[in-house]
């Protein structure tokens, strides 16, 4: 079983920054895609940015230059730098991933259990 421990939510005013973290621990051969999604009360989760286990990013327009996404495959970690925050990002972040559990085997999604952030104008 696999299990994604969140981290870095919390309150902050415009024009600040946090930096989320999400761990994966468990039977894992191999990781494929870690990303972040987002989802404001009221609305569609949403993608924020995501990475491949060749390093390849991809962010949401919204967020383009603003947020960075890295992963450390050696901890099974995927991060997310978030500056220059503003009152619509306002959401809970979700960590999500696509996982390889042994060699040969299929892949399955995870998702990490949601970690706040609260921007205040």
């Known amino acids: 079983q696999v299990q994604l421990v969140e981290s870095g939510g919390g309150l902050v005013q415009l024009g600040g920054s946090l930096r989320l973290s999400c761990a994966a621990s468990?039977?894992?051969?191999?990781?494929?895609?870690m990303g972040w999604y987002r989802q404001a009360p009221g609305k569609q989760r949403e993608l924020v940015a995501d990475i491949t286990s060749g390093g390849s990013t991809n962010y949401a327009d919204s967020v383009k230059g603003r947020f960075t996404i890295s992963r450390d495959n050696a901890k099974n970690a995927v991060y997310l730098q978030m500056n220059s925050l503003k009152p619509e990002d306002t959401a809970v972040y979700y960590c999500?991933?696509?996982?390889?559990?042994?060699?040969?085997?299929?892949?399955?999604?995870?998702w990490g259990q949601g970690t706040q952030v609260t921007v205040s104008s």
């Open positions: 999500n991933t696509l996982i390889r559990m042994r060699v040969g085997g299929p892949t399955y999604k995870y």
């Open positions: 468990g039977s894992i051969f191999s990781i494929n895609v």
